[in-house]
Structures are given as structure tokens and as C-alpha cells.
């Protein structure tokens, strides 16, 4: 690769990572009246992008010749870093099922459990909440088209133009949740699109711990004669 094409990958590769950061970060630093719901479907999105970002680093390495040398660390790290990451995801669709059937239940729940959950989640920051996801969706486009840039060939990686399409479709889902249900429940939007999120970003964490156990079978293999 060139280096106006690897510079303009790792440009791409920056524009991602501070989609997730800014996923992390502001996901927690949006305020409102509301304990857990506000910003949990900003913060969800770092599931699915955090493999992202992985899977960008390791192109990094590759591009720049240095993953023939990690090849077999590698392996293992992604292993590790894939299995964690589902019993982490595992989790957070359990705490998240749970929060939504909470929030439902006592929306429904006239007059007192609908009194209680205008009182902790009416005030949901709908507008905010947008401007970062339209930040982030900006960040994640812009990205693909340095991507696109720096070598066409890259839109070919079928298991990376999934993984984008999952990262900016979420991205798209919850924003548009929010956008199209009255404020008074769009910290539940929040939530269902945080579930949705959390079910893509385990799902794609299940698709890289299948590969990453058969990296680390090869890397044995190539080492330990059969």
C-alpha cells in the first residue's frame, strides 16, 4: 500500500474510533433525570464498534507489515478479547431487556407507576441525544468513504462491509427511534435501540470468537507437527 493510501486508512481508521469514544464518552455525559436509561443507546453502539475498531487496527498492522509478526498472538487476543466481550454483551441484554420491561411497566401502569416514570424519564434529552448520533453517524460515513478510498478492494471484505453495515445501521436505528416517537417515551426509543444494538454487537462478537478459535488452530498447527 502507498502511503497516500495508508494515510488515508488510518484517517478512516481515527474517524471510527472517535465515533467510539465519542459513543463512551458522551453516551455517559449527556444529563438527565433519568439513572441508567438516557445515553444507554449511545453507549450500546461502543459494543459493535469496539470490534470495529479492532477489526480496522488489525488491518493497520497488516497494511503496514507488522501482522505476519503477530499473527499467532493475534489469534489469541482476539479469542480472549471475543469472549469477554459476549459474556459482556450477554449482560447488557439482560440488564437492557430488563430496564425496558421496567420502564413499560410502569408507563402502563396509570396512575402511579405512570407518574413515577414521567418523574425519572420524561425530561429524556431527545434533542441532544440526536445531535451526538448525527455526529457519530457523520464520523462513521466519513470513515468508509477514507476506507474506500485507500483501497476499493476493501468494500469486497464481505465480513467487514457487514460489520460496518451493523455499526452505521444502528447507529441510523436508534436515532430514528428516537426521532419518531413522542418525547415523553423516547428514553424507551433509547432503550430499544440499545437492546438492538446489544443483540448485533454479541452476534458479531459470536462470529469473531469462531474465527479467532480457528486462527489459533492453525497457528498450533503450523508449529506443533501433526
Known amino acids: 500500500m502507498t502511503p497516500r493510501k495508508l494515510l488515508f486508512f488510518i484517517l ?10 465519542a459513543e463512551v464518552g458522551m453516551g455517559f455525559a449527556i444529563p438527565s433525570g433519568g439513572q441508567d436509561a438516557p445515553g444507554v443507546g449511545i453507549r450500546m453502539l461502543g459494543l ?11 488491518m493497520v498492522l497488516e497494511f503496514a507489515g507488522i501482522a505476519r509478526w503477530l499473527s499467532r498472538v493475534q ?26 420491561i421496567l420502564m ?8 402511579f407507576g405512570t407518574i413515577a416514570y414521567l418523574a425519572i424519564w420524561a425530561d429524556f434529552p431527545s ?8 455526529m457519530i453517524m457523520m464520523m462513521k460515513l466519513l470513515g468508509l468513504v477514507f476506507l474506500a478510498i485507500s483501497n476499493p478492494a476493501i ?27 413522542p418525547g415523553f417515551v423516547a428514553a ?3 432503550v430499544i435501540g440499545a437492546l438492538i444494538s446489544a443483540i448485533l454487537g454479541t452476534i458479531w462478537l459470536v462470529v469473531m470468537l469462531i474465527g479467532a478459535i480457528f486462527a489459533v488452530i492453525r497457528a498450533l498447527r503450523s508449529v506443533v507437527p501433526v
Not at 105 to 110: F, G, I, K, Q
Not at 127 to 134: K, N, T
Not at 157 to 165: C, H, P, Q, S
Open 12 to 21: 478512516g481508521f481515527l474517524c471510527f474510533l472517535v465515533g467510539v469514544l
Open 48 to 58: 459493535i464498534d469496539l470490534g470495529l475498531a479492532w477489526s480496522l487496527f488489525l
Open 75 to 100: 489469534g489469541i487476543v482476539t479469542l480472549i478479547l471475543s469472549f469477554l466481550g459476549i459474556l459482556g454483551g450477554i449482560i447488557l441484554i439482560v440488564l437492557t431487556f430488563t430496564l425496558l
Open 104 to 111: 413499560v411497566s410502569l408507563l402502563v401502569a396509570a396512575p
Open 127 to 134: 434533542a441532544e441525544v440526536r445531535a451526538v448520533l448525527g
Open 155 to 181: 468494500l469486497k471484505n464481505k465480513g467487514l462491509i457487514i460489520l460496518l453495515l451493523f455499526s452505521i445501521g444502528s447507529t441510523f436505528i436508534t436515532a430514528l427511534l428516537i426521532a419518531l416517537v
Open 188 to 190: 424507551i426509543a433509547d
